[in-house]
C-alpha cells in the first residue's frame, strides 16, 4: 500500500520530534519572549505618551489660568495706577490753579498801587504841565 509502517517512519517521526523540540527551544520560545519583551515595552512607551499628552495639557489648562490671573492683575494695577495719576494730576491742577489766583491778586494790587499813584501824581503832574504851558506862552525861560 501507499503507507507502510516501517522502521524508517517510526525515524523519522523521532527525527521530526527532535526538530520540533529543538525549535521550541532554540527559536520558537525566544522569538516569543522577544515579541512579549517589545510589546511590553510598546504598551510602555504609549502609557508614557499618554500621561504626557494628558500632562501637557494640563500644563497648558495651568498656563490658560496663569495667563488670564495676570491679566486681571495688570488691569487691577492699570486701574489703580490711573486712579492714582488722575488724582495727582487734580492735585496739581489745584496747586497751580492756587499760585495763578494768587499771582492774580498780586498783579491786581500792583495794578492798583500804580493806578493809586498815578491819580495821586495826576495833580502835581497837571501842575508842572500848567507851569511850563504858561511859561511858553508868556515867553518865560526858566
Avoid: W, Y
Amino acid at each position: 500500500m501507499f503507507l507502510n509502517l516501517d522502521g524508517t517512519c517510526i525515524v523519522q517521526i523521532f527525527n521530526f520530534l527532535i526538530f520540533f523540540i529543538l525549535l521550541e527551544g532554540v527559536f520558537l520560545r525566544p522569538v516569543g519572549r522577544a515579541i512579549t519583551a517589545r510589546r511590553a515595552h510598546i504598551d510602555g512607551i504609549a502609557l508614557e505618551h499618554d500621561q504626557a499628552v494628558e500632562e501637557a495639557e494640563q500644563l497648558r489648562i495651568e498656563l490658560r489660568e496663569h495667563r488670564l490671573s495676570a491679566r486681571r492683575e495688570a488691569e487691577a494695577l492699570l486701574a489703580e495706577s490711573r486712579a492714582a495719576s488722575l488724582a495727582e494730576a487734580e492735585s496739581i491742577i489745584k496747586s497751580s490753579a492756587a499760585v495763578a489766583n494768587e499771582r492774580i491778586q498780586r498783579t491786581h494790587a500792583t495794578i492798583a498801587a500804580e493806578v493809586a499813584t498815578a491819580h495821586h501824581r495826576e495833580a502835581q503832574l497837571a501842575e508842572e504841565l500848567a507851569d511850563v504851558l504858561l511859561q511858553r506862552a508868556l515867553g518865560v525861560s526858566s
